[in-house]
């Protein structure tokens, strides 16, 4: 299974994209859908996350900012991302786990840059 992204790229302040991630094949019994982003010398750290149950959680930085979603019918994932800042330049991933192996599914990474 392949999870393939697109939709990043260059965008002033203020601006806004949406990212998307699509499932090669159906991944059964998932656990949860996230997208993490990695900024230059620092550490991959998570933006959103979907439970199976639905519910969502946001790190504090993007919080009113960004949005999460997922198309079932498309085995399509959505980070809709508002009022961008600069800060939010990073390689953004996104990510699948699952209950069943491998468990655990990347997307290759798309760059985010904000230009202020």
């Known amino acids: 299974v392949q999870l393939v992204e697109s939709g990043g790229g260059l965008v002033q302040a203020g601006g806004s994209l949406r990212l998307s991630c699509a499932a090669s094949e159906i991944i059964f019994s998932i656990n949860a859908i996230g997208w993490y982003r990695q900024a230059p010398g620092k550490q991959r750290e998570l933006v959103a996350v979907?439970?199976?149950?639905?519910?969502?959680n946001y790190a504090d930085s993007v919080k009113g900012r960004f949005t999460i979603t997922r198309d079932n019918a498309k085995n399509t994932q959505y980070l809709q991302m508002n009022s961008l800042k600069p800060e939010d330049t990073a390689v953004y991933y996104c990510?699948?786990?699952?209950?069943?192996?491998?468990?655990?599914?990347w997307g290759q990474g798309t760059q985010v840059t904000v230009s202020s």
């Open positions: 979907i439970s199976s149950g639905g519910s969502t």
């Open positions: 990510n699948i786990e699952s209950h069943i192996a491998p468990y655990v599914y």
